[in-house]
């Protein structure tokens, strides 16, 4: 039993094949045309977005500038006021290092 379109294809005298050789090679050449056309758009967005990216940046360093140098001299204010209160009164000298405490442990029999 034939489908419509078998019986079409026989009326007509079309043979069903794949498509020529010629079919084939255009095919291939489009889709590579359509790879690269791809790729060519997805290069200029990204280079698009990274300058949107610096310009943005650029933009928030420039704002923010003044806020980091109030920042920068009030940790510096911090240090000097804490320097102050940790150091020694005059005429003191500070020797710093580290001691390790040994403990003497008596056994009851006259040993250590």
Same mark, same amino acid.
């Given at each position: 039993?034939r489908? %419509?379109?078998?019986?079409f294809?026989?009326?007509? $005298?079309?043979?069903?094949r794949?498509?020529?050789?010629? &079919?084939r090679?255009?095919g291939?050449?489009?889709s590579?045309?359509?790879?690269? $056309?791809? #790729?060519? #758009?997805?290069? #200029?967005? #990204?280079?698009?977005?990274?300058?949107? $990216?610096l310009?943005v &940046?650029?933009?928030?360093?420039?704002?923010?500038?003044?806020?980091r140098?109030?920042?920068?001299?009030?940790?510096e204010?911090?240090?000097?006021?804490?320097?102050q209160?940790?150091?020694?009164?005059?005429?003191?000298e500070v020797?710093? $290092?580290?001691?390790?405490? %040994?403990?003497?442990?008596?056994?009851?029999? &006259?040993?250590?």
């Open positions: 039993m489908t %419509e379109q078998s019986q294809k026989a009326l007509h $005298g079309i043979e069903s794949g498509p020529s050789l010629l &079919g090679i255009l291939v050449a489009a590579m045309i359509l790879l690269a $056309g791809a #790729f060519v #758009f997805s290069l #200029f967005l #990204f280079i698009a977005l990274a300058a949107v $990216g310009v &940046g650029g933009y928030v360093w420039w704002k923010t500038r003044e806020l140098k109030q920042m920068r001299a009030q940790m204010h911090m240090q000097e006021q804490m320097n209160q940790m150091a020694p009164a005059s005429g003191v020797i710093e $290092g580290e001691y390790v405490r %040994e403990e003497v442990v008596d056994d009851g029999r &006259g040993r250590q």
